[in-house]
């Protein structure tokens, strides 16, 4: 069966690393996304990609990089952790709406990261 | 500016009464919204669109123009409703997602 998965699925890592979470899916869905999910806030879009070689940045994008460099992955990078960036992290896919998709976001499990 | 509001961090039922969880949208177009359900120790999940019109575990909603609300109602409040409800309005490709709604159905 078709799914999302993230990992790893904890992460605890100290203030000034680099991190890296994982998205996969085998969705073969052209559009990734990726969220933070904090009390309060709800869901916030960090980065997403429509396809292939193409990222857009979202509405909390400071401190994060994405790449895609094929369907299945969009990894998500935190240059230099920092404490505001302790979250839960959510990946997601979807078709395009020109594929007549219903562009419902199937969504991974998520991340929970704590940044000492 | 494109925006879903939430108003309730908490909703508190007992079984059997009836439920409705509020949301509104500021959008500049014709919307489409869906309401999102996150059960515990599970993956946020797709619940219901407005386009469909559907009822999903008892659950709808519909869409006012006039009010520019999409709020979730069930007549009967089951325990196995308690979880965290988004509402979401559609941008292009992207979601727009509320701060959400945990809704608590005690026995």
């Known amino acids: 069966d078709a799914e999302i998965t993230q990992s790893p699925r904890h992460k605890i890592t100290e203030t000034g690393r680099q991190v890296t979470l994982a998205c996969h899916q085998t969705?073969?869905?052209?559009?990734m996304f990726w969220y933070r999910q904090d009390l309060g806030h709800g869901l916030r879009l960090i980065h997403y990609?429509?396809?292939?070689?193409?990222?857009n940045k979202g509405e909390v994008s400071d401190g994060y990089s994405v790449s895609r460099s094929n369907t299945e992955d969009l990894p998500l990078t935190l240059e230099s952790a920092a404490s505001s960036q302790t979250s839960v992290y959510f990946c997601?896919?979807?078709?395009?709406?020109?594929?007549?998709?219903?562009?419902?976001?199937?969504f991974g499990p998520g991340t929970r990261l704590t940044v000492l | 500016a494109q925006r879903v509001t939430q108003p309730e961090k908490l909703l508190s039922v007992f079984k059997g009464a009836p439920v409705e969880l509020k949301c509104n949208y500021s959008?500049?177009?014709?919307?489409?919204l869906f309401w999102y359900v996150q059960y515990s120790r599970q993956r946020l999940q797709l619940l219901l669109r407005?386009?469909s019109r559907e009822s999903i575990k008892g659950f709808t909603a519909d869409l006012n123009k006039g009010e520019t609300s999409f709020h979730l109602k069930k007549p009967f409040a089951q325990e196995e409703d308690s979880a965290m409800y988004y509402c979401?309005?559609?941008?292009?490709?992207?979601?727009?997602f509320g701060t959400g709604t945990r809704l608590q159905v005690f026995p």
């Open positions: 997601a896919s979807s078709e395009n709406i020109g594929a007549g998709g219903y562009n419902e976001q199937f």
């Open positions: 969705w073969n869905h052209n559009n």
């Open positions: 990609s429509y396809g292939v070689q193409d990222t």
């Open positions: 959008y500049s177009g014709s919307p489409e």
């Open positions: 407005h386009i």
């Open positions: 979401a309005l559609r941008n292009t490709d992207k979601l727009i």
